[in-house]
């Protein structure tokens, strides 16, 4: 139910946001920035090559977006930072269909240390 929830909320930030929203491909420097990001997960809760492959992929998209974000320049700092929290949670929830439970909780723990949330002050 709160993922249902989760979901409704975000679809309609995206709608109020952007009515044809497209997710931006990441670009060099945000897929280089991915790599990294999942080789230090990989790290922490010992991903298979699968996995590895499919962990860059999700951050490359998220790292996009969260980049996208940051650059709106039509956005509200409030604003920003809900999209942001609510995009930090969204990702969290995907790698839970990339890894395994026992990965998934190492993952929860460690996750504030290599991938810590970014809010932005005024």
Do not use: C, H, W
């Not at 060099?28 to 010992?46: F, G, V």
């Not at 996208?68 to 949670?89: D, F, P, Q, T, W």
Request: no cysteine; glycine share 2%.
């Amino acid at each position: 139910m709160k993922k249902l929830i989760f979901i409704a909320v975000v679809l309609f930030a995206t709608v109020a946001t952007a009515q044809n929203y497209i997710a931006p491909k990441p670009n060099e420097r945000q897929l280089t920035e991915a790599k990294e990001l999942a080789r230090e997960i990989d790290k922490r809760i010992s991903l298979t090559e699968i996995q590895l492959l499919d962990v860059e992929q999700l951050n490359g998209e998220f790292i996009a977006r969260r980049d996208e974000i940051v650059g709106n320049r039509e956005l509200s700092i409030e604003r920003k930072n809900e999209l942001l929290a609510a995009m930090y949670k969204e990702q969290s929830r995907e790698m839970a269909d990339i890894v395994t439970r026992r990965q998934l909780r190492r993952y929860r723990r460690v996750r504030g240390d290599i991938q810590p949330l970014i809010i932005l002050e005024k």
